[in-house]
């Protein structure tokens, strides 16, 4: 059965440093998304993103981050310049079209130290 | 703004047992999904159930079933013959018609004792 992927599993990094997450969605799927969840906390949307260009955003999504589809396989998610309270884990979703749900990645730990 | 609330931060059951989670909404919205996600230990987010708005009869699977009221805008999952593999955190979660992001509740933990 067809999955999204997401690497890394578990990032550590420095606060001010750059990270990347990176996402497989599924192949013939158009609509991606990111949303995150501190720990303990409930699931929070970032950003959609379809057709090459980003369609919804949240409050949270604010300059330091910013997404790409660089190829036809790859969505990533920027940070610039990562703060203490940007440690959560990191989802990716897709959807086909339509209706259907979202398929959700197996999420990546961010942690900011 | 679309709202989602679980107002049950924890649950127990016993095994074989049924349990019943509660979730409100409020949306101003006709058409829309409701949607419960199992998140166990893992931390990754598997689909339980869907409920399309439109559709009066409530949804099932297997053990899992719904009891979707519009009117009061209420949904609760009810799982039946409770397993230990099923202890995990449970989110409602709501999403409009070509929905472009999914509104999460809190979330209620599930435990499930033998």
């Known amino acids: 059965e067809p999955e999204v992927t997401q690497t890394p599993s578990h990032q550590v990094t420095q606060m001010g440093q750059e990270v990347i997450l990176r996402c497989v969605p599924i192949s013939n799927h158009l609509y991606f998304y990111w949303y995150r969840q501190i720990l303990g906390q409930k699931v929070e949307f970032l950003v959609s993103f379809y057709n090459n260009e980003i369609s919804e955003k949240s409050e949270i999504f604010d300059d330091q981050f910013s997404v790409e589809r660089p190829d036809g396989s790859n969505f990533t998610l920027k940070i610039r310049s990562t703060k203490l309270e940007d440690s959560a884990m990191y989802f990716c979703?897709?959807?086909?079209?339509?209706?259907?749900?979202?398929?959700f990645g197996p999420g990546t730990r961010l942690t900011v130290t | 703004a679309q709202t989602v609330t679980q107002s049950q931060p924890e649950m127990s059951v016993q095994e074989a047992e049924t349990v019943t989670l509660s979730c409100t909404y409020d949306t101003s919205e006709s058409d829309y999904y409701l949607f419960w996600y199992k998140q166990p230990p893992s931390r990754q987010m598997i689909l339980v159930i869907r409920q399309e708005a439109y559709k009066q009869q409530n949804a099932t699977e297997n053990r899992f079933s719904v009891n979707f009221q519009k009117a009061a805008k209420s949904f609760s999952l009810k799982i039946s013959d409770s397993q230990l593999g099923d202890a995990a955190m449970y989110f409602c979660a709501y999403g409009r018609w070509s929905f472009q992001k999914l509104v999460f509740g809190t979330g209620t933990r599930l435990l499930v004792s033998p």
């Open positions: 979703a897709s959807r086909e079209t339509g209706p259907d749900e979202q398929y």
